[in-house]
């Protein structure tokens, strides 16, 4: 199956560079560009592609509000933030408005299609340079007792035990196969378990489910 791209960054030099990358994947086509936020959603709803690459600040529309407007509309398409900076203050936001995961821009050819089929496959993607960050931002807003509060109100109380002991792992960065490793169970019964979870909790995919579980406090920065 072709992965379809679009590219959201409002650098010409950017946009072709990683056509050029991209577009030289067997499994893989970019089938669109937007020099910003709006048009990156406009293009969204004409083209429905599979994985939208979001540059954070653009003019009329950043790449947060974008992502917050592209997964509200629930379209297929999962967002991939791309970064200058591995302390970038926006990246958690663009995590919480709805993004998949985010990649350096100074990533290699490989870095970024591998990140590229990560994302389309479902998965999180979250560049290992930034991780304690992302923690500590974590940890910052659980601290919040309006945020605990409004975490708190969606129930994951109904979540089974096992479900939960998913979910704290999911959050950690684990994947599939190492949950499955480590709970020495099939890989295909882990997917379940994700999947039952997302839709308890009426999430979108592993990345909002990390977030989750570190604001709802099920998971503490160590």
């Given at each position: ?7 959201a960054d409002d ?28 048009e990156a959603v ?181």
């Amino acid at each position: 199956m072709t992965i379809r791209i679009l590219i959201a960054d409002d650098q010409m030099m950017v946009r072709e560079g990683f056509s050029v990358l991209l577009n030289a994947m067997p499994d893989m086509e970019v089938v669109g560009e937007a020099v910003n936020g709006r048009e990156a959603v406009e293009r969204v709803r004409e083209l429905a592609p599979d994985v939208v690459l979001m540059d954070i600040r653009m003019p009329e529309l950043n790449g947060i509000e974008a992502t917050r407007e592209i997964v509200a509309s629930q379209d297929a398409a999962k967002v991939l933030v791309l970064t200058t900076f591995d302390l970038d203050e926006y990246v958690y936001q663009a995590l919480r408005a709805g993004a998949s995961g985010f990649l350096l821009k100074d990533a290699s050819a490989r870095q970024l299609a591998d990140g590229v089929r990560v994302v389309a496959s479902g998965e999180a993607l979250l560049a290992p340079t930034v991780t304690r960050r992302l923690i500590t931002e974590f940890s910052k807003l659980a601290e919040s007792p309006r945020l605990s509060a409004a975490v708190q109100s969606q129930q994951y109380g109904e979540l089974t035990e096992r479900e939960t002991e998913v979910l704290v792992l999911i959050a950690q960065g684990l994947s599939n196969a190492e949950i499955a490793s480590h709970l020495v169970v099939a890989e295909s019964t882990i997917k379940t378990h994700v999947s039952r979870i997302l839709v308890k909790l009426g999430l979108r995919d592993r990345t909002q489910a990390a977030v989750f579980a570190y604001e709802a406090r099920l998971v503490t920065p160590g």
